[in-house]
């Protein structure tokens, strides 16, 4: 059984999927402090959160279980993923599911702030009819400056030119092919503040964008701009932008996102008649909240149920049409690494992966991590490693991993090829996957055979030298292990080859060192797949 934590307040119906599941157990446990996490979160296998749950690099030292963490919505700053990265843990978010939701918000308050709805709300319920002071603009004409054209600021730009807008938008991949598709002006964050009347920042927060309107953004602006962030607050410098109101260059501000959530008591934003603010509503709909709880909960149970998943969002994505052809290479990747983890012997140096045939035309990255996770598996122990942690191991390991394409694949569709360089040996071993029979190893080292990589396997290294064959059997037999298989390889006649054998049961150690001492025999080791 397989149990889940949901941290944050998350739609019912979004996760009834996850509810229904025999296999998962689904616990709702809200407003835990990071102490109260610490001491439950060992017992989840995946956690659910929204923005609240701050998921800490103590939470995830502690999370021996955890397998995902599953954001329900876009931003992911309340989750450290440096740390999910280094404890295997992986991190997926729902991208798709409130951006119109958000994009209808920004509208809401762009207009909100155009005709001080808030403002004279407040007034008409206390009392006052007043119908001077609130003097507002129209949107029709106007220049919108959208900075981040992703999901949510291409739907503002789609939706403002509908209202008469022209709009300028910056985004660092913003190409002029698609700012034409979308009728927009490509222009630079320096055009916007000086052209615009209206702003709206649709950026994630980054080292980059914290701050990108600040006092020296205001010093130059257009008077009059009205402004709307419903990104994430620290985008547009809180206090500037509070003195550019003051001064009259900005003339009205809309915020749904602060730099500290919730804002202190005497924030300045919270006094000033210039600025209307929500508390981070910006994905709040009942269609926005279903929409990406279902999207998280789906991916959840994937990943727990070891199947394909999407929306990682500390690992690179497969594209869904790389996805199928990769995937059946993923098993096979993982056991050739394994396999050449478990023979060779010394301290790992280097990884020399190798993909030939039509496998070589394709981004083989993720099957990489899956044989890196292989191989590090061995040294530091299954539960250590996963595809999520396996090439941060490698990279802080100083592990060099190096990938080779050919296209010739000698007589098989695909190959792939795993050498392994230790301080003492270098050994290597290929494997395809044949058709309707599955993952076979072809070679290890320069010998052709036909292992099926599973089970117990025995490898040995001799000479081919008659009799070896019987007494290595006469050996195994005598301590109650059977064989269910064997192969041998050689190359010359008398010369140097190798044994594989597939046991019942794992052989004692003891009986591996005495095949090892047996004539002309050079080493055995076994091999758990
Ligand atoms: N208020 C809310 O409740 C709410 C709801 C959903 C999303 N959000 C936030 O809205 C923001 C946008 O979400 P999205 O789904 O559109 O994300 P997205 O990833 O689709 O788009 C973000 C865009 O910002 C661009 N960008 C990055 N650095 C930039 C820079 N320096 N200058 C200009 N553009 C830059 C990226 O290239 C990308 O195209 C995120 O911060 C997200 O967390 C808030
Ligand atoms: O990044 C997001 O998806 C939004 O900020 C929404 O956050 P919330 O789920 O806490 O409303």
């Not at 610490?38 to 502690?62: C, F, H, K, N």
């Not at 396999?339 to 280097?350: K, L, P, R, S």
């Not at 290929?430 to 080292?445: A, E, F, K, Q």
């Not at 140097?496 to 080493?523: C, E, F, G, H, Y």
């Amino acid at each position: 059984m397989f149990k889940v934590l949901v941290s944050d307040p998350i739609s019912d119906l979004g996760i009834q999927q996850l509810v229904d599941a025999q296999d998962v157990i689904v616990e709702k446990k809200t407003g835990l402090s990071e102490d109260e996490l610490v001491a439950i979160i060992g017992d989840y296998d995946a956690l659910l959160v929204r923005s609240q749950t701050r998921v800490t690099a103590r939470i995830m030292e502690a999370a021996s279980k955890l397998k995902v963490v599953g954001r329900a919505g876009v931003g992911v700053d309340n989750i450290d993923l440096n740390a999910a990265t280094t404890q295997g843990i992986i991190v997926i978010n729902a991208p798709d599911g409130n951006t119109i939701t958000t994009c209808e918000h920004t509208f809401a308050m762009m207009m909100a702030v155009a005709r001080h709805i808030p403002q004279a709300y407040l007034k008409t319920v206390g009392g006052e009819w007043d119908r001077k002071t609130f003097l507002g603009v129209e949107l029709r004409n106007k220049v919108l400056g959208v900075l981040g054209m992703g999901r949510i600021g291409s739907e503002v730009a789609k939706r403002a030119k509908a209202f008469g807008m022209q709009i300028l938008g910056y985004d660092p991949f913003l190409t002029e092919e698609r700012a034409d598709k979308l009728g927009i002006k490509l222009a630079t964050v320096d055009e916007i503040v000086r052209n615009a009347d209206f702003m709206t920042v649709h950026t994630p927060l980054t080292p980059e964008t914290r701050h990108m309107i600040g006092r020296a953004q205001f010093e130059v602006m257009k008077p009059g701009m009205r402004i709307v962030n419903c990104a994430r607050g620290g985008i547009i410098d809180e206090m500037a932008l509070v003195e550019a109101v003051n001064s009259g260059i900005v003339a009205g501000a809309a915020f749904d996102v602060f730099e500290s959530e919730p804002p202190a008591a005497d924030h300045p934003f919270l006094s000033n008649p210039k600025i209307i603010v929500t508390p981070h509503l910006g994905a709040s709909t009942v269609e926005a909240q279903e929409n990406v709880a279902i999207d998280v909960s789906e991916q959840v149970l994937h990943i727990l149920r070891d199947e394909p998943f999407m929306n990682a969002v500390n690992m690179p994505p497969i594209p869904a049409n790389l996805q199928s052809k990769l995937q059946p290479y993923f098993e096979l990747g993982e056991k050739l690494g394994s396999f050449i983890a478990q023979a060779t012997d010394g301290a790992v140096q280097e990884i020399v992966v190798g993909y030939s045939g039509e496998l070589a035309e394709l981004d083989t990255q993720p099957i990489t991590r899956y044989i890196v996770k292989g191989v590090l598996s061995h040294h530091l122990g299954a539960e250590q490693v996963n595809v999520v942690n396996s090439m941060h191991l490698a990279k802080v390991r100083d592990l060099n991993i190096v990938t080779n394409k050919s296209h010739a694949a000698k007589d098989f569709t695909n190959l792939v090829t795993v050498s392994l360089r230790t301080k003492q040996e270098e050994r290597s071993v290929s494997g395809t996957l044949l058709t309707g029979y599955g993952p076979r190893i072809v070679s290890i080292d320069k010998f052709s055979v036909d292992v099926t990589p599973e089970g117990n396997l025995i490898l040995i290294a001799h000479n081919d030298k008659p009799g070896i064959i019987g007494n290595v059997g006469t050996l195994l037999g005598s301590n109650d292990v059977n064989i269910a298989t064997m192969q041998v390889g050689r190359q010359l006649v008398g010369g140097s080859a190798i044994m594989v054998l597939r046991v019942d049961k794992s052989a004692p150690k003891d009986v591996l060192q005495k095949i090892t001492s047996l004539p002309d025999l050079n080493n055995a080791k076994e091999i758990t797949l």
